[in-house]
């Protein structure tokens, strides 16, 4: 077995990059789609800190990068959340081909 | 003004859990103060009017008060005494009445006292005993009086 | 699928509380809808303790029927005979002697005092501190003790009969109420320690389950609960029997109306039956504990209502005669029957952890209400 | 439905040892640990109806204290719990709750029933219309215990009586029930 | 300290562990089991950067994602869905297609990372220690992230005042 | 011991569980009937379906937590060099903390923190 | 000091180098942690479960379990057996993947956490760089599977007390956390070994005064109710809920949580131990040579527990003495006093730091 | 008020009223359909102010069934017990239970025990028994060979 190296990880990161894509496509939740989306970041965090971490480790930015990418996406997923909810109490589904009225 | 109203609830607050703390630690610290008792090591201090169960006494002779007059069936409120009569012959060659059983279903009685204060002989009292476990209920239904024993001379 | 959704989900819980809970004291059932914590509706369900005591008694003798009350408010069970000696005694028109209605009295107050220790305890307990449920079990221990040594039973004495009391009082009995005296006014501060001025525990009480004045007497509360919202009903005053008209102490009110209200003033009912018991241990009178009565008792033709206070209100004993060994109808007036209906008015609107303390301060005994 | 497993009946009585096998030895050793450790470890459910849990809940004080023996862990749910202690009368409306209850109740499962309600329906035996003539109408009973109520005391003995009945692996027969009171 | 075989057996562990629990959580058809395979993905994710050895990034990973995000997450499925139901099956064309969409996708990147073929470093030098982080983020010179730091709090008061009105929005009609 | 040991600790839990779970399954036959699986509710049946959705106040808290929690994230590195670098990364959380009492204030006034 | 258990950890360590391949050694000593851990799991919710019903029992004038076994010691042994045998049972209606996965999570979360706590001088198993953030995040992996027995086991006191004690747990991270930071601030490290370190001359619950008992206060308070303890303990609020979360559990899976209860509390002491009074570091006073040298003898892991234990009494005092709060009241005393008190003390402590006010 | 003015209050509200002379309170029979105005009236009135219901009970004379109320006033202190007759067959009465509140639990157990049915009561079901209880217990004719076991 070889050792590994950051392609494996960007392996790593690619699949589950496209593994969220698929929930997005697939779902029509929010919810389900919200976490799609957390995936998906997730897959660019590994990126940033792999990068950081074997091209460049001297320097500490990808570490920054991701961190806050991660205070952004709990950023994100708060209002977002907060959005379904009140989607959901105006229409009382979260199904997003229920809501294409959206009057916001 | 706001803020020290606020400081002074955090305060009050906490000055009053303390003092619950204090009350508990007292106890914790201080044993003397524990009652338990440990009932199947230590006996019990039952005080001599506890109703355990009735019993009818019997004495050395085994010989016991009951005329059989029901008078105890008749005032217990639920049916606990059921008593069986049957004829004595006297040693006058008299027909007597007697008691043949004294049935007392314990899973039944209520400790009432009222069976015992409707005896017009004192045939039967209320004992201290109170350990009344068992596995089959049937047990339960006793006999109150011996085998073999007899009424008193003279109670009438 | 849109209409459907907002048809079936209001977004409404409904739970069971009960009948197994350790929080409704008993078997009381009470459907409970929820919108998140908050209550909306309590819907109380009776019955899982309805023993039929009503149909029981017209079967049995007016000397029989009185153990039977023992067992429908366990806690004041010698006040429920009391009621039922008194009822026999205004229908034979008995004369009691002092000495049995000073006795009577006295332990009148003594259950009181025990029902209210360990409505303290539970409360407590239903609130969360454990503690002092033991603390308050230590208090009553001593009560029932006395209770063992002069009525020969721990709780359901049956100790009152019509015309006076069953046995004398126990030689040590006066002694043995002293030393519980003197005790118990020592832990009295003990209670304010570690409950009353708890602020955890006052903010759990205050502001909770408020009933005002005019919705207390329409759903007929009585007791404590309806004295805290400023109603004076307590009959020792209002109706006295036996020898309460001849006692000092007054009758505890507060007009908050919430629990806290309702704690307060059985607090304070135990200081006042405290004050009871000690102006009349050391004048107990000498005399008869029990008037001279017939074997078989037969109340004439009538109707006699009698009223008392138990350490939960006011009980109603309704004794329809028609001159037979037996009565003809008796109807148990309950005070926690009243007390329970209006429970939904006090928790619309609270948390569910506030019904617990609505609850523990209705001081509620479930087999008192089914009868 | 039945507590007591026959595979258990046929367990030796504790102390017996097996010469044959190893395993057979080992085996009826584990099940005297396991039912040291089941009769040393009763944890009631909070099920009282009426007088008796009043009682129940003196023998929890701290005067009777069931906690020496282990008994205190009450539990609010019957998954969780091994003894019902039916403390009170059982009325028609609550016998399927009793059923219910004791049906979700895991393995093993004891009862004990308090007081002359739960044998029997002791003073409400006769003209009433609602209250069922004995707890073991709806459920098998371990232990009876009568008295109305059965002081703290009578409860504690039945505890006992049921931890020599698990310690015995459920042979009721061969028990003496041991009692440490005697009035004279 | 250990050797390079299990080192990369854990990798593989963990590799296996993310995606397999990512591809659950993407294809299950019961919300709230959805939510625990993505918290079990992402709790993989902080273990890889464990096993990177970037333990503050994996710490604030667990915080945020599993303490935060997720039970959000939880509590909106709580609050906004049958979560007994299973949920509608997407039809089967497009599960086909996304499927493709994401598979070739996927091999697409794939391909080119391997053409582009990194050479990394072993990234045993690399040291991420709280006190460098903390260092480099309060440093107001060019490479530092001072001014970042100050704006995240801006834009999480933002996130805070729009969180509490959209949520209060349409309170008062439910009461 | 680095990284690894947390797959040791992790194994060490799933191990002790299973154990424990499995031995009352290998020990003890259990009894079957239809009322055991069913839901308890203190002895009665069930009223409507369990898995409701649930109107609760508890999502706010919820949000509120998640933007404090992010907050309290960038303070570790933080509270790591303050004490080196001395007043000008005090005054710098001074405002960062600042601007979130803002927030909370905010959220304290709208009511966001009552209880619904 | 001759006796230390890093002596002994060190010389196995070397022992089985000397004896087997690497790997096998590495192995071998993996497998003496699991079990050591395993053991230590079991030891502590024996012990402490024993400790609460004897601290309950004497606070409560009673005797508590003295009759299993010498005073009653083997009590909670035989509860674990009986409860090791008993029947765990899944409700039908429940879902049954989750419903049996939550107890693992909940034991796995507590479980990581012992991996940075330093039991005594040099015996920690990974001294991880970020120790206390570490713990922090550890912990709160474990109210996501309170949230998955409160939902899987369909039963709406279940869920009703799972929904209580996630909101409850996150929202008291946050003063876990702040009052976590002062500390933080006061020792410039996150790692349990250098926070223990910079403890050398003295604790910092003296060294650091008043911003440090603030936050020592606020510290209890919020790990006594993430811990789920009374006063705070709605989550299975007996008398509100029957048993909250694990309503439904019964036998081995229901001990599992009543074990990672216990661990937890341990856990979290143990923190406060480490962070406020100095973990196994014993008592030093600034630089009385002689004072510091006799506190010496005593060992470390001595020191380690008798301060983790004092800090679980605390707790336990709590419980047998508060009634519980209410839902809001909760949540208000978080968010309207823990939280901004501490956000305040934050400061006050870092001015103290930067100042060098401290001794 | 004295037993007497109370009297003669009641009858000037509804002359159909008659009186029982024994008792310890005023007993006062009206006809079923007149119970609940009077009712009203008595709670109302301001002088007689009759705002506490102490009991709400039946009683089977076998012939007939009779409910019993009893009020107080809690401000005036007096007390009255108002009764009124039903038909065994078919015993119907108003509800009184927006009057007293206390009313609405009372009257279900009136109704579950004596099978009184009583004219739009909010929730008229049984309240102690089961639902599928048959027969009304407290009637004097109840007969249940299973449950009852008679002494
Ligand atoms: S015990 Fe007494 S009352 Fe009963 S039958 Fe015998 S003599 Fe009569
Ligand atoms: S004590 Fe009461 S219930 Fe028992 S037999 Fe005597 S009269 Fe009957
Ligand atoms: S046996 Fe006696 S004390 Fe016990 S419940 Fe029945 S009536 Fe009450």
Same mark, same amino acid.
């Given at each position: 077995? #070889?050792?590994?190296?950051?392609?494996?990880?960007?392996?790593?990161?690619?699949?589950?990059?496209?593994?969220?894509?698929?929930?997005?496509?697939?779902?029509?939740?929010?919810?389900?789609?919200?976490?799609?989306?957390?995936?998906?970041?997730?897959?660019?965090?590994?990126?940033?800190?792999?990068?950081?971490?074997? $091209?460049?480790?001297?320097?500490?930015?990808?570490?920054?990068?991701?961190?806050?990418?991660?205070?952004?996406?709990?950023?994100?997923?708060?209002?977002?959340?907060?959005?379904?909810?009140?989607?959901?109490?105006?229409?009382?589904?979260?199904?997003?081909?229920? /809501?294409?009225?959206?009057?916001? | 003004?706001?803020?020290?109203?606020?400081?002074?609830?955090?305060?009050?607050?906490?000055?009053?859990?303390?003092?619950?703390?204090?009350?508990?630690?007292?106890?914790?610290?201080?044993?003397?103060?524990?009652?338990?008792?440990?009932?199947?090591?230590?006996?019990?201090?039952?005080?001599?009017?506890?109703?355990?169960?009735?019993?009818?006494?019997?004495?050395?002779?085994?010989?016991?008060?009951?005329?059989?007059?029901?008078?105890?069936?008749?005032?217990?409120?639920?049916?606990?005494?059921?008593?069986?009569?049957?004829?004595?012959?006297?040693?006058?060659?008299?027909?007597?009445?007697?008691?043949?059983?004294?049935?007392?279903?314990?899973?039944?009685?209520?400790?009432?006292? =009222?069976?015992?204060?409707?005896?017009?002989?004192?045939?039967?009292?209320?004992?201290? /005993?109170?350990?009344?476990?068992?596995?089959?209920?049937?047990?339960?239904?006793?006999?109150?009086?011996?085998?073999?024993?007899?009424?008193?001379?003279?109670?009438? | 699928?849109?209409?459907?959704?907002?048809?079936?989900?209001?977004?409404?819980?409904?739970?069971?509380?009960?009948?197994?809970?350790?929080?409704?004291?008993?078997?009381?059932?009470?459907?409970?809808?929820?919108?998140?914590?908050?209550?909306?509706?309590?819907?109380?369900?009776?019955?899982?303790?309805?023993?039929?005591?009503?149909?029981?008694?017209?079967?049995?003798?007016?000397?029989?029927?009185?153990?039977?009350?023992?067992?429908?408010?366990?806690?004041?069970?010698?006040?429920?005979?009391?009621?039922?000696?008194?009822?026999?005694?205004?229908?034979?028109?008995?004369?009691?002697?002092?000495?049995?209605?000073?006795?009577?009295?006295?332990?009148?107050?003594?259950?009181?005092?025990?029902?209210?220790?360990?409505?303290?305890?539970? *409360?407590?307990?239903?609130?969360?501190?454990?503690?002092?449920?033991?603390?308050?079990?230590?208090?009553?221990?001593?009560?029932?003790?006395?209770?063992?040594?002069?009525?020969?039973?721990?709780?359901?004495?049956?100790?009152?009969?019509?015309?006076?009391?069953?046995?004398?009082?126990?030689?040590?009995?006066?002694?043995?109420?002293?030393?519980?005296?003197?005790?118990?006014?020592?832990?009295?501060?003990?209670?304010?320690?570690?409950?009353?001025?708890?602020?955890?525990?006052?903010?759990?009480?205050?502001?909770?389950?408020?009933?005002?004045?005019?919705?207390?007497?329409?759903?007929?509360?009585?007791?404590?609960?309806?004295?805290?919202?400023?109603?004076?009903?307590?009959?020792?005053?209002?109706?006295?029997?036996?020898?309460?008209?001849?006692?000092?102490?007054?009758?505890?009110?507060?007009?908050?109306?919430?629990?806290?209200?309702?704690?307060?003033?059985?607090?304070?009912?135990?200081?006042?039956?405290?004050?009871?018991?000690?102006?009349?241990?050391?004048?107990?009178? %000498?005399?008869?504990?029990?008037?001279?009565?017939?074997?078989? *008792?037969?109340?004439?033709?009538?109707?006699?209502?009698?009223?008392?206070?138990?350490?939960?209100?006011?009980?109603?004993?309704?004794?329809?005669?028609?001159?037979?060994?037996?009565?003809?109808?008796?109807?148990?007036?309950?005070? +926690?029957?009243?007390?329970? !209906?209006?429970?939904?008015?006090?928790?619309?609107?609270?948390?569910?952890?506030?019904?617990?303390?609505?609850?523990?301060?209705?001081?509620?005994?479930?087999?008192?209400?089914?009868? | 439905?039945?507590?007591?497993?026959?595979?258990?009946?046929?367990?030796?009585?504790?102390?017996?040892?097996?010469?044959?096998?190893?395993?057979?030895?080992?085996?009826?050793?584990?099940?005297?640990?396991?039912?040291?450790?089941?009769?040393?470890?009763?944890?009631?459910?909070?099920?009282?109806?009426?007088?008796?849990?009043?009682?129940?809940?003196?023998?929890?004080?701290?005067?009777?204290?069931?906690?020496?023996?282990?008994?205190?862990?009450?539990?609010?749910?019957?998954?969780?719990?091994?003894?019902?202690?039916?403390?009170?009368?059982?009325?028609?409306?609550?016998?399927?709750?009793?059923?219910?209850?004791?049906?979700?109740?895991?393995?093993?499962?004891?009862?004990?029933?308090?007081?002359?309600?739960?044998?029997?329906?002791?003073?409400?035996?006769?003209?009433?219309?609602?209250?069922?003539?004995?707890?073991?109408?709806?459920?098998?009973?371990?232990?009876?215990?009568?008295?109305?109520?059965?002081?703290?005391?009578?409860?504690?003995?039945?505890?006992?009586?049921?931890?020599?009945?698990?310690?015995?692996?459920?042979?009721?027969?061969?028990?003496?029930?041991?009692?440490?009171?005697?009035?004279? | 300290?250990?050797?390079?075989?299990?080192?990369?057996?854990?990798?593989?562990?963990?590799?296996?562990?993310?995606?397999?629990?990512?591809?659950?959580?993407?294809?299950?058809?019961?919300?709230?089991?959805?939510?625990?395979?993505?918290?079990?993905?992402?709790?993989?994710?902080?273990?890889?950067?464990?096993?990177?050895?970037?333990?503050?990034?994996?710490?604030?990973?667990?915080?945020?994602?599993?303490?935060?995000?997720?039970?959000?997450?939880?509590?909106?499925?709580?609050?906004?869905?049958?979560?007994?139901?299973?949920?509608?099956?997407?039809?089967?064309?497009?599960?086909?297609?996304?499927?493709?969409?994401?598979?070739?996708?996927?091999?697409?990147?794939?391909?080119?990372?391997?053409?582009?073929?990194?050479?990394?470093?072993?990234?045993?030098?690399?040291?991420?220690?709280?006190?460098?982080?903390?260092?480099?983020?309060?440093?107001?010179?060019?490479?530092?992230?001072?001014?970042?730091?100050?704006?995240?709090?801006?834009?999480?008061?933002?996130?805070?005042?729009?969180?509490?009105?959209?949520?209060?929005?349409?309170?008062?009609?439910?009461? | 011991?680095?990284?690894?040991?947390?797959?040791?600790?992790?194994?060490?839990?799933?191990?002790?569980?299973?154990?424990?779970?499995?031995?009352?399954?290998?020990?003890?036959?259990?009894?079957?009937?239809?009322?055991?699986? %069913?839901?308890?509710?203190?002895?009665?049946?069930?009223?409507?379906?369990?898995?409701?959705?649930?109107?609760?106040?508890?999502?706010?808290?919820?949000?509120?937590?998640?933007?404090?929690?992010?907050?309290?994230?960038?303070?570790?590195?933080?509270?790591?060099?303050?004490?080196?670098?001395?007043?000008?990364?005090?005054?710098?959380?001074?405002?960062?903390?600042?601007?979130?009492?803002?927030?909370? =204030?905010?959220?304290?006034?709208?009511?966001?923190?009552?209880?619904? | 000091?001759?006796?230390?258990?890093?002596?002994?950890?060190?010389?196995?360590?070397?022992?089985?180098?000397?004896?087997?391949?690497?790997?096998?050694?590495?192995?071998?000593?993996?497998?003496?942690?699991?079990?050591?851990?395993?053991?230590?799991?079991?030891?502590?919710?024996?012990?402490?479960?024993?400790? %609460?019903?004897?601290? !309950?029992?004497?606070?409560? *004038?009673?005797?508590?379990? #003295?009759?299993?076994?010498?005073?009653?010691?083997?009590?909670?042994?035989?509860?674990?057996?009986?409860?090791?045998?008993?029947?765990?049972?899944?409700?039908?209606?429940?879902?049954?993947?989750?419903?049996?996965?939550?107890?693992?999570?909940?034991?796995?979360?507590?479980? *990581?956490?012992?991996?940075?706590?330093?039991?005594?001088?040099?015996?920690?198993?990974?001294?991880?760089?970020?120790?206390?953030?570490?713990?922090?995040?550890?912990?709160?992996?474990?109210?996501?599977?309170?949230?998955?027995?409160?939902?899987?086991?369909?039963?709406?006191?279940?869920?009703?007390?799972?929904?209580?004690?996630?909101?409850?747990?996150?929202?008291?991270?946050?003063?876990?956390?702040?009052?976590?930071?002062?500390?933080?601030?006061?020792?410039?490290?996150? /790692?349990?070994?250098?926070?223990?370190?910079?403890?050398?001359?003295?604790?910092?619950?003296?060294?650091?005064?008043?911003?440090?008992?603030?936050?020592?206060?606020?510290?209890?308070?919020?790990?006594?109710?993430?811990?789920?303890?009374?006063?705070?303990?709605?989550?299975?609020?007996?008398?509100?809920?029957?048993?909250?979360?694990?309503?439904?559990?019964?036998?081995?899976?229901?001990?599992?949580?009543?074990?990672?209860?216990?661990?937890?509390?341990?856990?979290?002491?143990?923190?406060?131990?480490?962070?406020?009074?100095?973990?196994?570091?014993?008592?030093?006073?600034?630089?009385?040579?002689?004072?510091?040298?006799?506190?010496?003898?005593?060992?470390?892991?001595?020191?380690?527990?008798?301060?983790?234990?004092?800090?679980?009494?605390?707790?336990?005092?709590?419980?047998?003495?508060?009634?519980?709060?209410?839902?809001?009241?909760?949540?208000?005393?978080?968010?309207?006093?823990?939280?901004?008190?501490?956000?305040? #003390?934050?400061?006050?402590?870092?001015?103290?730091?930067?100042?060098?006010?401290?001794? | 008020?004295?037993?007497?003015?109370?009297?003669?209050?009641?009858?000037?509200?509804?002359?159909?009223?008659?009186?029982?002379?024994?008792?310890?309170?005023?007993?006062?029979?009206?006809?079923?359909?007149?119970?609940?105005?009077?009712?009203?009236? $008595?709670?109302?009135?301001?002088?007689?102010?009759?705002?506490?219901?102490?009991? =709400?009970?039946?009683?089977?004379?076998?012939?007939?069934?009779?409910?019993?109320?009893?009020?107080?006033?809690?401000?005036?202190?007096?007390?009255?017990?108002?009764?009124?007759?039903?038909?065994?067959?078919?015993?119907?009465?108003?509800?009184?239970?927006?009057?007293?509140?206390?009313?609405?639990?009372?009257?279900?157990?009136?109704?579950?025990?004596? +099978?009184?049915?009583?004219?739009?009561?909010?929730?008229?079901?049984?309240?102690?028994?089961?639902?599928?209880?048959?027969?009304?217990?407290?009637?004097?004719?109840?007969?249940?060979?299973?449950?009852?076991?008679?002494?």
């Amino acid at each position: 077995m #070889n050792n590994i190296g950051i392609e494996q990880i960007l392996f790593i990161s690619t699949a589950l990059f496209f593994i969220g894509v698929y929930g997005l496509f697939t779902r029509r939740n929010m919810i389900t789609m919200l976490m799609a989306v957390e995936l998906i970041l997730n897959s660019v965090n590994i990126n940033f800190v792999s990068f950081n971490k074997y $091209l460049y480790p001297e320097r500490l930015d990808g570490v920054f990068f991701t961190i806050f990418i991660i205070a952004i996406a709990a950023a994100e997923a708060a209002v977002a959340i907060a959005i379904i909810i009140n989607i959901y109490r105006n229409h009382q589904s979260i199904d997003v081909e229920d /809501s294409e009225e959206m009057k916001y | 003004m706001f803020l020290s109203k606020y400081i002074s609830e955090v305060f009050g607050g906490v000055k009053s859990l303390l003092t619950g703390m204090r009350r508990t630690g007292y106890y914790f610290t201080h044993h003397k103060n524990i009652i338990t008792q440990q009932y199947p090591n230590q006996k019990p201090v039952l005080a001599e009017r506890f109703r355990g169960e009735v019993v009818m006494t019997h004495d050395e002779n085994n010989e016991h008060a009951c005329t059989g007059c029901t008078a105890c069936e008749l005032a217990c409120p639920n049916g606990t005494i059921k008593i069986v009569t049957k004829f004595d012959i006297t040693p006058e060659g008299k027909k007597k009445k007697a008691i043949d059983t004294f049935v007392y279903h314990l899973e039944l009685c209520t400790m009432c006292n =009222l069976c015992v204060d409707a005896c017009p002989t004192g045939a039967i009292t209320m004992s201290n /005993s109170f350990e009344h476990s068992v596995f089959d209920r049937s047990e339960l239904t006793k006999v109150l009086n011996k085998p073999g024993s007899k009424i008193r001379e003279g109670v009438e | 699928m849109l209409q459907e959704v907002a048809k079936t989900d209001t977004g409404d819980l409904v739970i069971n509380v009960g009948p197994q809970h350790p929080s409704t004291h008993g078997v009381l059932h009470l459907v409970i809808t929820l919108n998140g914590e908050t209550i909306k509706k309590v819907e109380p369900h009776l019955g899982y303790i309805h023993r039929s005591i009503e149909k029981m008694c017209e079967s049995l003798s007016y000397r029989q029927f009185i153990y039977s009350t023992s067992r429908m408010d366990y806690l004041s069970a010698h006040i429920n005979n009391h009621g039922c000696a008194l009822a026999v005694e205004k229908g034979l028109q008995i004369e009691v002697p002092q000495r049995a209605q000073v006795i009577r009295v006295l332990m009148d107050e003594l259950t009181r005092l025990a029902s209210h220790q360990l409505w303290w305890g539970a *409360l407590a307990m239903d609130v969360g501190a454990i503690t002092p449920f033991f603390h308050a079990f230590r208090e009553r221990e001593l009560i029932n003790d006395i209770m063992e040594e002069t009525c020969g039973a721990r709780l359901t004495m049956n100790y009152m009969v019509p015309g006076g009391v069953m046995f004398d009082l126990h030689p040590d009995f006066q002694k043995k109420v002293k030393d519980f005296l003197t005790l118990f006014k020592s832990k009295l501060p003990e209670y304010d320690e570690l409950v009353t001025g708890n602020i955890i525990f006052q903010n759990r009480m205050k502001n909770v389950g408020y009933i005002s004045k005019e919705d207390a007497i329409s759903y007929g509360c009585s007791g404590p609960t309806a004295r805290a919202s400023g109603v004076s009903c307590d009959i020792r005053k209002k109706y006295p029997y036996d020898i309460y008209a001849q006692l000092q102490f007054s009758e505890a009110i507060e007009t908050a109306g919430d629990c806290w209200g309702r704690y307060l003033v059985r607090m304070e009912e135990m200081r006042q039956s405290i004050s009871i018991i000690e102006q009349l241990i050391d004048n107990i009178p %000498e005399g008869d504990f029990v008037a001279k009565t017939k074997a078989v *008792l037969k109340l004439p033709k009538g109707e006699f209502f009698t009223r008392v206070e138990t350490a939960r209100g006011e009980l109603g004993i309704y004794i329809v005669s028609e001159g037979g060994l037996t009565p003809y109808r008796i109807k148990f007036r309950s005070p +926690g029957f009243s007390n329970l !209906s209006a429970l939904d008015h006090m928790a619309k609107g609270q948390k569910i952890g506030d019904l617990v303390a609505i609850m523990g301060t209705l001081d509620l005994v479930i087999p008192d209400i089914d009868r | 439905m039945d507590v007591k497993e026959p595979g258990y009946q046929q367990q030796p009585f504790p102390g017996d040892v097996h010469p044959t096998a190893t395993g057979g030895l080992l085996v009826s050793r584990l099940d005297d640990v396991i039912n040291w450790a089941r009769s040393n470890s009763l944890w009631p459910l909070v099920f009282g109806t009426s007088c008796c849990a009043i009682e129940m809940m003196s023998t929890a004080s701290a005067k009777y204290d069931w906690s020496r023996f282990g008994f205190e862990v009450a539990r609010a749910t019957p998954r969780q719990a091994d003894v019902i202690i039916i403390a009170g009368t059982i009325v028609n409306k609550m016998a399927p709750v009793l059923k219910r209850l004791y049906d979700q109740m895991a393995d093993p499962k004891y009862v004990i029933a308090m007081g002359a309600c739960a044998t029997s329906g002791g003073p409400f035996f006769y003209n009433t219309y609602s209250v069922v003539k004995g707890a073991d109408h709806v459920i098998p009973v371990d232990v009876y215990v009568a008295g109305c109520p059965p002081r703290p005391e009578a409860l504690l003995h039945a505890l006992i009586t049921l931890q020599t009945k698990i310690q015995a692996g459920g042979k009721r027969e061969k028990i003496v029930i041991e009692k440490f009171y005697d009035n004279q | 300290m250990l050797s390079v075989n299990a080192y990369s057996i854990i990798f593989y562990l963990l590799a296996a562990f993310i995606i397999g629990n990512g591809v659950l959580a993407m294809t299950t058809r019961k919300i709230f089991r959805a939510a625990i395979f993505l918290l079990f993905s992402l709790i993989g994710v902080a273990g890889l950067y464990f096993w990177m050895h970037v333990e503050f990034v994996a710490a604030v990973q667990v915080i945020v994602y599993v303490g935060g995000i997720v039970v959000l997450i939880i509590f909106s499925i709580f609050l906004t869905q049958q979560t007994g139901k299973d949920m509608p099956r997407p039809t089967n064309t497009r599960m086909i297609f996304s499927a493709l969409a994401a598979i070739l996708g996927a091999a697409l990147t794939y391909s080119l990372i391997r053409q582009y073929g990194f050479i990394g470093g072993s990234g045993d030098q690399f040291n991420v220690s709280p006190q460098r982080i903390g260092d480099q983020m309060l440093d107001y010179q060019d490479t530092g992230y001072a001014l970042p730091f100050e704006v995240i709090s801006i834009l999480l008061l933002a996130a805070m005042i729009g969180c509490i009105v959209i949520a209060l929005k349409s309170k008062p009609q439910e009461s | 011991m680095g990284p690894a040991s947390l797959l040791v600790l992790i194994m060490a839990a799933v191990a002790f569980s299973t154990a424990g779970i499995l031995l009352s399954k290998v020990v003890l036959k259990a009894s079957k009937n239809p009322v055991k699986g %069913e839901p308890y509710e203190c002895g009665v049946p069930t009223i409507g379906q369990n898995w409701v959705q649930f109107n609760v106040g508890y999502y706010l808290f919820a949000l509120i937590f998640l933007i404090f929690d992010v907050e309290l994230i960038f303070l570790y590195p933080w509270a790591v060099s303050v004490q080196r670098l001395g007043m000008f990364a005090f005054t710098e959380a001074v405002i960062f903390l600042f601007i979130l009492f803002m927030g909370f =204030l905010y959220a304290h006034k709208k009511g966001a923190l009552k209880w619904m | 000091m001759e006796f230390s258990l890093a002596s002994i950890a060190d010389s196995i360590d070397q022992w089985l180098n000397a004896h087997c391949a690497s790997w096998l050694a590495l192995t071998i000593e993996f497998v003496i942690v699991g079990v050591l851990c395993i053991g230590l799991f079991a030891v502590l919710g024996l012990v402490l479960i024993m400790m %609460e019903r004897k601290v !309950s029992a004497y606070m409560q *004038l009673r005797l508590g379990p #003295n009759r299993v076994g010498p005073k009653g010691m083997f009590q909670t042994v035989a509860d674990t057996l009986k409860l090791l045998v008993k029947e765990g049972l899944t409700p039908a209606g429940a879902d049954k993947f989750l419903f049996n996965l939550a107890p693992f999570v909940v034991m796995i979360a507590s479980m *990581l956490v012992l991996a940075p706590i330093a039991f005594a001088k040099d015996f920690v198993i990974w001294d991880v760089n970020i120790g206390v953030l570490y713990v922090s995040a550890v912990s709160s992996i474990g109210v996501i599977g309170i949230l998955m027995a409160g939902w899987a086991s369909n039963n709406k006191y279940s869920l009703l007390g799972a929904m209580r004690s996630g909101a409850q747990i996150v929202s008291y991270e946050l003063s876990a956390g702040l009052s976590i930071l002062t500390i933080v601030i006061f020792s410039q490290d996150m /790692s349990i070994s250098s926070i223990i370190n910079s403890q050398q001359d003295g604790w910092w619950i003296f060294k650091g005064h008043i911003p440090v008992i603030i936050s020592f206060v606020i510290f209890i308070i919020a790990v006594t109710a993430e811990t789920n303890r009374a006063p705070f303990d709605l989550a299975e609020a007996e008398s509100e809920l029957t048993a909250g979360f694990h309503t439904e559990y019964s036998g081995m899976k229901f001990a599992l949580f009543f074990l990672a209860e216990y661990v937890n509390i341990f856990i979290v002491c143990a923190i406060g131990a480490t962070l406020y009074l100095g973990g196994w570091m014993p008592l030093h006073i600034g630089n009385w040579e002689a004072f510091n040298h006799i506190m010496d003898y005593i060992p470390s892991s001595v020191w380690f527990l008798g301060k983790t234990f004092f800090l679980i009494f605390v707790i336990m005092w709590f419980r047998w003495t508060f009634p519980r709060l209410r839902i809001d009241q909760l949540l208000n005393l978080e968010w309207k006093y823990l939280l901004p008190i501490s956000m305040f #003390n934050l400061l006050l402590a870092t001015l103290v730091a930067i100042q060098g006010w401290y001794f | 008020m004295t037993r007497e003015e109370l009297q003669a209050a009641i009858t000037n509200l509804e002359p159909q009223v008659t009186f029982e002379e024994a008792g310890e309170f005023l007993n006062a029979v009206v006809p079923s359909e007149l119970c609940r105005d009077l009712m009203q009236a $008595l709670h109302n009135m301001p002088d007689l102010s009759m705002d506490y219901m102490f009991c =709400l009970t039946c009683v089977d004379w076998k012939t007939h069934l009779t409910m019993v109320y009893h009020l107080e006033s809690t401000a005036h202190g007096h007390q009255v017990v108002i009764k009124s007759q039903l038909n065994r067959e078919n015993p119907e009465i108003e509800t009184l239970s927006d009057i007293w509140r206390t009313a609405e639990l009372l009257e279900r157990e009136v109704f579950d025990l004596f +099978g009184v049915r009583f004219i739009h009561h909010p929730d008229l079901r049984r309240l102690l028994l089961t639902d599928e209880w048959e027969g009304w217990p407290m009637r004097k004719d109840y007969e249940d060979p299973i449950n009852m076991i008679k002494l």
